[in-house]
């Protein structure tokens, strides 16, 4: 065969072999590129997932934030032992400030109190005021059975009024009134049993049989209780001029809210302030 000849063949043969040799490595670089797992797809989905819990993550944060922001503030309130009709209502907004909470008693009390009805409650809620509920129809706060039977009392006016669970019932145990441990746990045992939350109300001076029979129940006991504390005693002013928080009484315990002053001059009214984690426990 002529070289001429040979050259003409070879060069066929390559002219023929070049495209297939290009189409075999063509497709085997898209067969390696198929097969990898990390594709730019997975790599998007892995950089969104990743998104997704840093979100989660910050919401967390955020509502934790929050929660605590809504725990360190102060709200101001009253509580009376009258009835709040329009006119009543009036004359608070009026003369002192609106409310964020409103200390109202269960059940007539004569020469001592009106009741709450669903009324006065709508009335309230109508408002954005929540209800603190007060039970003040003990004058002897002595002896286990004793706490258990005003606390069952307690519940069953709470119940006919419609007050949901999760509520605190506190127990009004003014200074002039004996108390010890006995009827306190009797007390509380009893709420802690029941839908309702155990609250007490009273003047926790560091001389007050209140105090030292609530120091003299089980550590449980006196760190699951709610205060409201009538000590120290200021001067009754409105919303804007209200003092800074400074509540007294037993230091383990769910210490959230402060009468700091009695007996309004232009409406019935007591003053109070409560911490954020007070409203959880009103109605």
């Keep these: 065969m002529k070289k001429y000849e040979l050259f003409t063949l070879v060069s066929l043969a390559l002219v023929i072999a070049i ?45 934790e934030s929050d929660k605590e922001n809504s725990n360190a503030k102060i709200h101001w309130g009253v509580d009376s032992a009258s009835y709040t009709d329009e006119e009543f209502l009036g004359c608070v907004v009026d003369n002192y400030g609106k409310p964020v909470v409103w200390g109202r008693y269960l059940g007539d009390k004569e020469d001592v109190s009106t009741g709450l009805d669903s009324a006065e409650v709508k009335r309230l809620h109508d408002n954005n005021i929540q209800i603190l509920i007060i039970y003040n129809h003990v004058e002897d706060a002595r002896g286990h059975d004793n706490g258990v039977d005003h606390a069952n009392q307690a519940i069953s006016m ?35 049993d029941s839908n309702y939350e155990s609250g007490v109300y009273g003047v926790f001076d560091e001389e007050s049989d209140i105090l030292n029979a609530y120091k003299s129940m089980e550590q449980s006991i006196q760190e699951n209780t709610i205060v409201w504390t009538a000590f120290p005693q200021v001067e009754i002013t409105t919303k804007e001029n209200a003092p800074e928080y400074n509540s007294q009484g037993p230091k383990n315990s769910k210490l959230y809210g402060w009468q700091y002053a009695i007996e309004g001059e232009a409406c019935n009214i007591d003053t109070n302030l409560f911490k954020g984690q007070m409203l959880d426990y009103l109605w």
């Design 158 to 192: 709470a119940e006919e009024l419609g007050v949901p669970e999760g509520v605190a019932i506190f127990v009004d145990i003014e200074p002039s009134y004996p108390v010890d441990v006995a009827f306190m746990e009797g007390w509380y045992e009893t709420l802690a």
């Design 19 to 63: 495209p297939i040799l290009f189409n075999i490595f063509q497709n085997n670089q898209d067969q390696t590129e198929s097969s990898d797992p990390t594709t730019e797809e997975q790599e998007n989905n892995k950089e969104n997932a990743n998104q997704d819990n840093k979100d989660a993550e910050n919401g967390g944060n955020k509502e």
